[in-house]
């Protein structure tokens, strides 16, 4: 069995979290000096690993194994959300490093090649996927030239330049040379921790439905107009949320989550009734056929409030994503690691927030790993992981790896 060492997992994990330390976490955004700094050792690191490692022209850094056959892609991404965790994408990385060394230096698998892969943006600083994109080729130069920072304004070809990487072919996906991809990552939720779990075995990466509502009543005089005769666009709007509300519980999935972001009023003023309301909805879901169910039920539950005829309601669809399923065959692999390694402390289940992996998915089988968040916390300073999940991890995925680079 490929033996990972705790230690050298433990001190790169270390290591990547003094690059934009910030409290206990980091302040790592993509293409930042510290963000820079760190791909730039973590490409050393995978030299010594004996991959050969290059930065492409979009930040994406891949070491490719020397090993023959086909082989494993693994990998995450480095940068960090603003002020945030320290193992978020970081884990991803180091695990996929680890499984290559730690493949590499046993008799019994150093024949297997593992490829390592360390995104650009996942976190969304310059724009959505733009790493795992560019390596499936979903990528134009043209999304790139008009890509900015959305917190600095700085154009990402000017950050490119700034790094000295302007201008680099950009890494492209050669299917043929992988049989799998596989991510680790933080859970983000506290779903392991509650079930006192200690790995999740991801079944799919949900799809995220989003949709505005638009209520169109009648301005008017909040003093002088009757309760009975007044047409207010704000409460046909929190009427509306508080019927969906109250009938999602009945029909969605066991994990399905839904959101209103945003609710404003027009005019939006203490006097006046607003005349036109609007809103922002989400849902997530890994189902396709919960998907439907419930958009076909927001569809009914506003045709259900224009019969009241008080306000006009409006449903436009904003964006309706595929959810990306796992590869039932790794994702055997991975549970039969956990089982070995952590007998009856491993469970499936979908990931509800987005992942390199999902964009993968459309090349390759995929698969993806969870370890618990202390809290369920991340994307925030306080993020940790305990150091005894960090190295169990390790190793269920390391050994999940080799089992399906052997099969
Ligand atoms: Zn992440």
């Not at 959505?128 to 999304?143: A, K, M, N, W």
């Amino acid at each position: 069995m490929a033996n990972i060492k705790p230690q050298r997992v433990l001190s790169d994990l270390r290591t990547l979290a003094t690059f934009g330390s910030y409290k206990s976490g980091v302040h790592r955004p993509t293409l930042s000096a510290s963000d820079i700094a760190a791909r730039q050792w973590f490409a050393a690191r995978m030299r010594e690993a004996g991959l050969d490692a290059e930065i492409d022209g979009i930040a994406n850094l891949l070491g490719k194994s020397r090993a023959s056959g086909r082989k494993a892609l693994s990998g995450s991404h480095l940068e960090s959300q603003n002020h945030a965790g320290w193992l978020d994408g970081a884990l991803g990385c180091v695990y996929a490093l680890e499984a290559a060394r730690a493949i590499s230096e046993d008799a019994a698998t150093q024949h297997l090649g593992v490829d390592v892969v360390v995104f650009c943006d996942e976190e969304g600083h310059f724009g959505s996927f733009l790493g795992s994109r560019s390596f499936i080729g979903s990528l134009e130069e043209s999304e790139i030239d008009g890509a900015s920072d959305r917190a600095t304004g700085i154009s990402m070809r000017q950050s490119l330049a700034a790094a000295d990487w302007a201008g680099r072919p950009r890494h492209l996906i050669d299917p043929s040379r992988y049989v799998a991809f596989f991510e680790a990552h933080i859970e983000q939720g506290d779903t392991l921790e509650t079930e006192q779990l200690r790995i999740g075995v991801v079944t799919a990466i949900v799809a995220i439905w989003q949709y505005g509502f638009t209520v169109t009543g009648e301005q008017n005089h909040a003093g002088t107009t009757s309760m009975t005769r007044r047409r207010d666009a704000g409460l046909a709007l929190v009427r509306l949320l508080s019927a969906i509300d109250k009938r999602f519980p009945e029909i969605c999935g066991p994990r399905t989550v839904w959101t209103t972001g945003r609710i404003t009023l027009d005019p939006g003023s203490h006097s006046i009734i607003p005349g036109r309301a609007e809103s922002l909805f989400q849902l997530r879901d890994a189902d396709p056929t919960v998907l439907d169910r419930l958009h076909a039920e927001l569809f009914r539950l506003v045709d259900e409030a224009n019969a009241a005829r008080r306000c006009e309601l409006a449903i436009n669809v904003i964006s309706q994503s595929t959810p990306a399923r796992m590869d039932e065959r790794l994702m055997q692999a991975l549970d039969a690691s956990a089982q070995r390694h952590a007998p009856g402390k491993h469970i499936r289940m979908p990931s509800g927030a987005g992942h390199d992996a999902q964009w993968l998915a459309r090349k390759l089988p995929a698969a993806m790993m969870f370890v618990p968040s202390i809290g369920g916390i991340s994307h925030h300073w306080s993020e940790n992981t305990a150091d005894e999940d960090i190295v169990l991890g390790a190793q269920v995925f390391t050994d999940a790896i080799a089992d399906a680079l052997k099969g």
